[in-house]
């Protein structure tokens, strides 16, 4: 069965990344292939920052 989407699913990073990457690929289907670079380079750019201990340690302190 399909569940709800909450809020906390939205703020995933795992989330945002494929979001700006599906974004993207339908810039590349527009032909406006120099903003779906941008957004490929930001999502796999936002992707890696999230996975090092020091942002993902930023981020949690904010929750906390």
Do not use: N
């Amino acid at each position: 069965m399909l569940q709800a989407i909450h809020l906390t699913d939205l703020t995933h990073p795992a989330f945002q990344t494929a979001m700006l990457l599906a974004v993207g690929l339908v810039c590349i289907f527009l032909r406006h292939y120099r903003l779906a670079t941008v957004l490929g380079v930001l999502g796999v750019s936002w992707i890696i920052l999230c996975a090092t201990p020091g942002f993902a340690g930023f981020l949690r302190r904010g929750l906390e």
